[in-house]
């Protein structure tokens, strides 16, 4: 089981944000930002590669949720929203997730 499946099934402690019967948004363990929040699907995909037409239907529910997740952390002036796919991305966690990063005016420059 990938680590965000451990999360998911509650054999991890996460600082969770939000939670539906679909996704689960918690807290990055290692901040990049004020507010740093990930927000995976609680079936395992393994990166925007992974999405077909079977599970699409989830990304969409996380792309509609991220603005409601946004919102409720008071993030009024703005956020950026990240998905590392692959190794040059530097992906680190082989379960999909987006980052919500916001709280401060973020860097320019993205790469
Ligand atoms: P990425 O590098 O895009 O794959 O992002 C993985 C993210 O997961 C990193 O920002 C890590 O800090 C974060 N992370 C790793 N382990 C945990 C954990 N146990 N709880 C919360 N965030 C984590």
Do not use: W
Not at 76 to 87: E, Q
Request: one cysteine or more.
């Amino acid at each position: 089981m990938c680590l965000f499946c451990k999360i998911v099934a509650g054999e991890i402690p996460s600082n969770k944000v939000y939670e539906d019967d679909k996704i689960l948004a918690f807290r990055d363990i290692a901040p990049q930002a004020p507010s740093h929040i990930l927000v995976i699907p609680k079936t395992h995909i393994p990166s925007l590669d992974g999405v077909n037409e079977e599970n699409v239907e989830i990304v969409a529910h996380i792309f509609k949720m991220i603005p409601k997740i946004a919102a409720e952390e008071g993030l009024t002036n703005g956020y950026r929203l990240v998905s590392n796919c692959g190794p040059d991305a530097c992906q680190t966690v082989p379960h999909l997730h987006f980052h919500i990063l916001g709280g401060a005016k973020l860097a320019g420059e993205m790469a």
